[in-house]
């Protein structure tokens, strides 16, 4: 966030009351700090100055000295050290590592994918949830270059299988307001293009984690090549980092190579586009027309491929003349096809493979799946609370935050019934037959007359299932008649159960540089744009676009690519309100609103236009 143009808008001495609140608000955002520590930053002979900046931002420093914390939002409710700061104190903050060749992207001004980290692998994932601080550093030297929060929790990162957006940068090294310091490197390996290990330093990657061990630092003629996840790209423009030569083993007999999948996909992604549409950008063709064409189950990863970026594979059919390529504002684009070459004319899209029947031994259906459109992916998913994780075994108790789809909500209260089923709860003979209210032989008291009797806990007949003491304090009011042993439809059952759960929403979308997943409590908020008016003239803004993990500041450019407006990005009002807002120039909410659903496959059912004209 510093890497714009920012300047000093206004610095003050801070007094002796102030400066206690500064220190008290440094030890609860780094608790890690000891009373020394303190002392020494915020001595009592030492002047500490404010300056804010354009960019809303704070700045915390010594008179004549360097910045030491900053608040990102101006809001005082949470500082960040500088890397000046972390330079005396190195272990302040829980450190991430990367790899050396992926720091210059992130001293560019890039965020860290999940795949750019250097993973243990002889111990688990250490838990981190979305928001938490991290120190990021290089292995081989112990001063950490950046500091930001984690886009998303361990439990996502793991969903999405380590993929997407990781660490939100919010100050590196080298950037703007390291430059309001002395400019100083903490040591030799911090240079202005690349962070360096130290010679006399050993880090993660030499001690503990086999993975972590990657010869894109040190390549060596009998080092192993790394596996596919050290050499996927850490972050979108790294296309140009040289990695560890992969295997070049082929496919098996019968099998399709990753190659061969991607230059189909191509073919018949040509075949679908239309002429109205040229002139097209390689990224819009990809996820617009190319993911249309993926075999099931496949994920596209263009750096396990032989082309390695989108760019090489379409310059392939550039050469052998099926495309014309130009570039249009700095854009590689798609402005011309020839439908009549023969690799086009000639090629037949492979027909999609048969859909498994479903097993008749599969849990009763939820109520809510998953809705797909053009490569979009959005899933309900659930959290259980405290009271009901019992249901869902000793996992839920172990990790409290994981996520749960419709299906995995059935199973659990299917294996829950029938495990209480195998502890011999119930009475004496009879189990799992159901018996109907005043047939001789039932006995009990406690049926009502609309609801047949099963012994307590036991999986019935007929797809029922039959209430215990949890199931009935959790999913049922006091005023509800029912009781324990009740047996209740099992397809009933589960859309109570649901309904109890803490509702999430999962989405995915297939990017060129690999799937994007994002999680959001409750229910899904659609995209808002809405027309309007700033000093007499037309604006549109855009709102809540983060639920489907688009980067405010990445769109913005985007629209001011494709719709030649000038665009701003700025905090929505309100206390409640957590996510940006962008600001464009003109009335263009139903341009927007069709340009969300051509080039991301956002359904229009999730985009709500506000007095916009029609496009």
Request: hydrophobic share 35%; with cysteine; net charge neutral.
């Amino acid at each position: 966030m510093f890497k714009k143009n920012i300047t000093v808008s206004q610095t003050s001495l801070l007094g002796g009351k102030d400066n206690k609140s500064l220190k008290a608000a440094a030890k609860k955002s780094c608790p890690s700090l000891s009373e020394d520590q303190l002392s020494d930053l915020f001595s009592s002979k030492a002047r500490i100055t404010l300056s804010k900046l354009n960019n809303r931002s704070l700045v915390y420093g010594s008179e004549g000295g360097d910045p030491l914390f900053f608040d990102p939002t101006g809001h005082g409710d949470r500082l960040f050290p500088t890397v000046y700061t972390l330079a005396r104190f190195p272990d302040m903050l829980e450190k991430l590592y990367t790899y050396s060749p992926v720091s210059d992207k992130v001293l560019g001004g890039a965020d860290l994918f999940l795949q750019g980290l250097i993973l243990p692998t002889d111990q688990p994932i250490p838990a981190f949830l979305a928001g938490s601080v991290r120190a990021l550093c290089v292995p081989g030297n112990p001063i950490p270059f950046a500091v930001g929060t984690m886009a998303v929790s361990r439990t996502e990162a793991q969903q999405a299988g380590m993929k997407g957006r990781g660490l939100t940068i919010l100050h590196s090294f080298g950037d703007l307001l390291w430059q309001l310091g002395s400019g100083a490197a903490p040591n030799a390996g911090f240079t202005p293009s690349r962070i360096h290990p130290l010679p006399d330093q050993a880090g993660p990657e030499d001690e503990a984690s086999p993975r972590a061990k990657s010869s894109v630092d040190s390549p060596s003629d009998d080092a192993e090549p790394d596996s596919p996840d050290q050499t996927e790209e850490a972050v979108p423009s790294i296309e140009s980092l040289s990695v560890a030569e992969e295997s070049s083993a082929p496919p098996p007999n019968g099998a399709v190579s990753l190659d061969e999948m991607l230059e189909q996909a191509v073919l018949g992604g040509l075949q679908t586009l239309k002429a109205i549409e040229l002139p097209i950008q390689f990224s819009d063709f990809y996820s617009k027309h190319m993911l249309a064409h993926r075999p099931p189950g496949v994920t596209f990863d263009l750096k396990q491929s032989k082309y390695k970026k989108l760019s090489k594979l379409l310059d392939k059919f550039s050469k052998d003349k099926v495309i014309t390529q130009k570039v249009v504002r700095k854009q590689d684009t798609i402005s011309a096809v020839d439908r009549n070459h023969p690799q086009l004319a000639g090629f037949t899209p492979a027909a999609a493979p048969a859909t498994a029947p479903s097993s008749a031994s599969a849990p009763a259906q939820a109520p809510a799946g998953p809705s797909t459109s053009a490569g979009l992916v959005i899933t309900p998913c659930y959290r259980a609370p405290a009271t009901l994780r019992p249901l869902f075994g000793p996992e839920a108790a172990a990790d409290k935050d994981r996520l749960y789809d419709a299906a995995e909500v059935a199973a659990a209260l299917s294996s829950y019934a029938q495990q209480q089923r195998m502890t011999g709860l119930g009475r004496g003979a009879g189990w799992g037959l159901v018996e109907q209210a005043g047939v001789p032989g039932c006995g009990a008291s406690h049926h009502t007359p609309w609801l047949p009797c099963v012994p307590t806990g036991i999986w019935g007949a007929g797809g029922t299932i039959a209430l215990d003491a949890l199931l009935r304090s959790a999913l049922f009011g006091k005023k509800e008649e029912v009781s324990v042993g009740s047996a209740i439809p099992e397809r009933a059952l589960v859309a109570k159960l649901t309904d109890k759960l803490q509702l999430h929403h999962r989405l995915t979308r297939q990017t060129p540089q690999g799937p994007v997943s994002t999680v959001r409590k409750g229910v899904l908020p659609p995209i808002t744009i809405a027309a309007g008016k700033k000093r007499g003239h037309p604006i549109t803004t855009i709102s809540h676009m983060e639920s489907f993990g688009f980067v405010p500041d990445d769109l913005a450019k985007d629209f001011q690519k494709a719709f030649s407006s000038s665009c701003s990005v700025g905090e929505l009002p309100g206390k409640q309100e957590h996510d940006m807002e962008i600001t464009m120039q003109g009335d263009l909410g139903a341009k927007v609103a069709v340009w969300f659903t051509a080039h991301h496959g956002i359904p229009a059912k999730y985009i709500d236009v506000k007095g916009s004209k029609k496009a």
